[in-house]
């Protein structure tokens, strides 16, 4: 998991905050990835002298929103636990008309500016938590956080840290104003006159001129051990393991390794199993239902009653499930095979899928038409078709609208789309959409949670 470090403008403390987080996870032996946001030398030469780990920046304007999301996936790997360092005030970027979210469909017009900690934490998924400067604040606290919450409705934020507290006084009214809000303050730094980053002209001071720098660093620890809620902070930051059914066997196994690596890059175990033989695998937060030859074990995936009702009872309960061309055929009422023989299957998509000589192939643009578990609205992806079947009937609103490749020619209307289902003929491979593998294992995170 991972947090964004956001300050309320420049001057807050957020690198401070940081390197003190930072600092006080290693000293638990937490093995922790940091990242800043923006073009920033200096503050990840403080970050990588804390955990040994290179710092990694995150720009969409130096590099892309893509990258920004490839970059965090990448480094992201094999580590606890993950923290990003914002960049001056929260929603404070570059301005102009340029697009901003990668796949996103969404205008610079909107309250996140370009390049901001706040774009940058809507691309990666991740919550923030606020620092708020309050050396000169009590009750104007409340409408400080109460702003940067609201202004907008699609930040997560999950708490507050506030610095440059005076006395248990001065703390007391800031708790008394913030607690209408119900916003968790997860962390307290007081006045801090014996801990000092030197700065000059270009900011922070570089690490190599500072012969004293282990000794503030563990000034930093021991504050960190004492100033966070730990309690809150550490289920923020460390994950629970998130598990995910994969069907796969002779009815299922069309799966590009990339999707599968990648899901497992953000901390997903696959659980492999057999629709024809097996039980839905336990405690599992996600399905992945994939292509390959359902039509042809219709009758033993038809057997296999009690896999069928455990699929349908988990996706009416919300599960977060994808399945694509053979999953969504096993999703329907039946299947009628090529000898015209019916065969029930799970049932949660009111068509009936129906194998016949014609064959669909090709490469698919699709034009997402409402938002859905792996999409948003406005999404355009590549896909591929290859099926002989067709289905009896088409949803209220179909979640593509699909396209030649290589002309402008429509080929139709066709998906179910929800925010917990993914049923579709199109087969997607995630390698330039590193939000769609994220985002389903965002889902499946607020499914276990739930």
């Not at 604040?137 to 699609?154: E, K, M, Q």
């Not at 039509?295 to 009702?309: G, I, M, P, W």
Request: glycine letters at 8%; hydrophobic letters at 40%.
């Amino acid at each position: 998991m991972a947090l964004v470090i956001a300050g309320e403008r420049s001057g807050v403390g957020k690198t401070t905050v940081t390197l003190t987080l930072l600092a006080s996870l290693c000293r638990r032996g937490v093995q922790v990835q940091s990242f800043k946001v923006g073009p920033d030398y200096i503050d990840p030469m403080f970050h990588q002298h804390v955990t040994g780990r290179a710092c990694r920046n995150l720009d969409p304007v130096l590099t892309s929103s893509a990258y920004v999301q490839e970059c965090f996936a990448l480094h992201n790997q094999g580590v606890d636990c993950a923290l990003v360092e914002g960049v001056m005030g929260l929603f404070d970027g570059v301005m102009g008309s340029r697009e901003w979210g990668v796949g996103s469909g969404e205008k610079n017009h909107l309250p996140t500016s370009f390049a901001s900690t706040a774009h940058v934490a809507r691309l990666l998924d991740k919550p923030v938590v606020l620092v708020i400067d309050c050396s000169r604040l009590s009750g104007s606290v409340a409408a400080i956080a109460h702003g940067y919450c609201s202004l907008d409705p699609r930040m997560k934020i999950a708490g507050l840290v506030l610095n440059r507290v005076g006395s248990d006084r001065h703390l007391s009214l800031l708790k008394d104003a913030l607690q209408p809000l119900q916003l968790p303050i997860l962390g307290v730094l007081r006045r801090q006159d014996n801990i000092t980053i030197p700065d000059r002209h270009l900011g922070l001071v570089p690490t190599e001129e500072l012969p004293q720098l282990n000794a503030l660093i563990d000034r930093l620890a021991h504050l960190g051990d004492t100033c966070f809620d730990w309690e809150r902070l550490l289920p923020l930051l460390k994950s629970p393991l998130i598990r995910i059914a994969v069907a796969r066997d002779r009815a299922f196994s069309f799966y590009y390794q990339d999707n599968l690596d990648l899901l497992q890059h953000l901390g997903a175990e696959l659980v492999f199993w057999s629709p024809l033989e097996d039980a839905l695998p336990d405690s599992v937060q996600g399905m992945y239902l994939g292509g390959g030859f359902p039509e042809v074990f219709a009758q033993q995936l038809a057997e296999n009653t009690n896999a069928r009702n455990a699929v349908k009872t988990a996706i009416l309960a919300g599960m977060p499930t994808i399945a694509e061309c053979g999953g969504l055929m096993y999703l329907c009422e039946q299947i009628v095979d090529f000898e015209g023989k019916s065969w029930s299957m799970v049932g949660v998509l009111p068509t009936t899928a129906v194998m016949d000589k014609g064959l669909t192939l090709g490469y698919r643009r699709a034009v997402t038409l409402q938002d859905s578990l792996l999409v948003d609205a406005g999404t355009t992806v590549c896909g591929h078709e290859f099926h002989r079947s067709h289905l009896t009937s088409s949803p209220n609103q179909s979640l593509f609208q699909t396209y030649r490749y290589d002309t402008e020619e429509s080929t139709g209307f066709e998906g179910w789309g929800t925010l917990a289902l993914h049923a579709t003929y199109i087969h997607l491979h995630w390698g330039e959409h590193p939000e769609i593998p994220q985002r389903f294992v965002q889902h499946c995170l607020d499914f276990m949670q739930c």
